[in-house]
């Protein structure tokens, strides 16, 4: 890091550490209360809220899946009250699936909930080339294989993955296939999961009558928060339930993991939202599982992490926020916040293994900025995009036993 960089941080958390009665009064994040210890947090009890209308009450900080792989974990877990474990079919080649069918298989089906996520290929929903026939079977198949991997019958949540417009969340055949998964007992409820446009996606939830959960990204790096507050406090009041994701905005704020977001206040903040039900940020540790416990039993953030908070969010950071300001710039059209978001998977998550899933999904050519002579590609949170581009396209060559 630049040393002009390093005084601008020390100058802001200095200023703010300074006039922090100001900076208090200034926010309805403000407490007077010290951060608790973990053991005086659990003297407290669990606080829950209702998912919508679904009928399910859950802890307000749940268990990501996505990169864990250690089934004693997921047991720790269970101990310390988390309820709700999310997966999909794609995690991990499925082993994600698998390794959770383990630990859970022997366990009265009532003490936990369980969701997956299936995605199908972006054309089909958008531009109706399959079928309702093709479209249903694709996917009830892919219900199919993950439930055998979970070794159950059923799913509590069942998710249509990575929706990106209105379109595809009201996309006819997608919502008889949803339909058709329900009425057949293998999914209690469904819903469908967002990555960017947040909003609209949301409010196109509300629309089809169909769809009962939204799990979306929200975190206080979002420039567009204030729309994506507003969609869920519609879809609340609608009776839809809000599961958040992406809380921790990618983990750090640069490549080489030396300035971590403070991740404890990070997901405070997220659900200080009330129409928020729970979060599912990605555990992969006993130090990751115990911190994020804590915010089970206390949302109550300290001065220092609310100073890190606004120091962090004029930070560019890791996380790209989708709104695709940057597309109608690029003369290819290239899927920047997809690339973008394997960046993040990248650096911030260590996880080549995903990135280099997602990159090969998009089905690009290996380097598909090297023949522009500059990027006429601008980011709102002034990216460098075609330096994180050719540097992540990279992974695409290397042998996938190669990638952590």
Do not use: W
Not at 212 to 240: C, D, P, T, W
Not at 324 to 335: A, D, Q, S, W, Y
Not at 364 to 374: F, K, V
């Amino acid at each position: 890091m630049r040393m002009n960089e390093i005084g601008r941080r020390n100058f802001l958390r200095t200023t703010l550490f300074g006039g922090a009665s100001a900076f208090l009064a200034s926010t309805s994040l403000a407490s007077s209360h010290l951060k608790n210890t973990c053991d005086e947090a659990k003297e407290k009890p669990i606080i829950k809220r209702k998912l919508g209308k679904t009928g399910i009450e859950l802890p307000i900080v749940s268990f990501g899946v996505m990169r864990a792989d250690s089934p004693a974990l997921i047991q720790a877990a269970i101990k310390e009250g988390l309820v709700l474990y999310d997966t999909a079919h794609g995690y991990q080649n499925g082993k994600n699936e698998e390794m959770l069918g383990e630990v859970f298989k022997d366990l009265s089906r009532d003490s936990f909930v369980l969701s997956t996520k299936v995605k199908l290929e972006d054309d089909d929903t958008k531009t109706g080339k399959l079928t309702s026939a093709s479209l249903n079977k694709e996917f009830l198949e892919k219900l199919d294989i993950s439930l055998k991997r979970l070794k159950m019958d059923y799913v509590d949540i069942l998710y249509v993955h990575a929706l990106s417009t209105r379109d595809a969340v009201l996309f006819p055949e997608m919502l008889e296939a949803v339909m058709l998964a329900k009425k057949s007992g293998k999914a209690r409820h469904v819903g469908v999961s967002t990555h960017k446009n947040e909003p609209e996606v949301i409010l196109a939830a509300i629309d089809s009558g169909v769809y009962e959960v939204v799990l979306a990204s929200v975190n206080y790096k979002q420039g567009q928060y204030a729309e994506v507050k507003s969609a869920m406090k519609a879809a609340a009041k609608a009776g839809l339930g809000i599961v958040a994701m992406k809380t921790m905005a990618g983990g750090f704020h640069d490549k080489e993991r030396k300035q971590p977001i403070n991740c404890k206040a990070a997901l405070k903040f997220v659900m200080q939202d009330e129409n928020i039900t729970t979060a599912i940020p990605g555990i992969t540790n006993f130090d990751h599982l115990t911190m994020n416990a804590s915010v089970n039993y206390d949302l109550t953030l300290t001065t220092e992490e609310q100073v890190d908070l606004a120091v962090g969010k004029s930070e560019g950071g890791l996380y790209c926020q989708g709104c695709e300001r940057c597309v109608p710039n690029c003369p290819k059209g290239l899927p920047i916040p997809e690339i973008m978001r394997a960046y993040m998977y990248t650096y911030g998550y260590s996880d080549s293994r995903q990135a280099r899933e997602l990159l090969t999904s998009l089905k690009l050519p290996e380097n598909p900025c090297d023949d522009c002579s500059h990027c006429s590609a601008g980011c709102a949170k002034n990216f460098s995009i075609s330096e994180r581009v050719n540097d992540v396209m990279r992974l695409t060559a290397v042998p996938e036993e190669f990638l952590s």
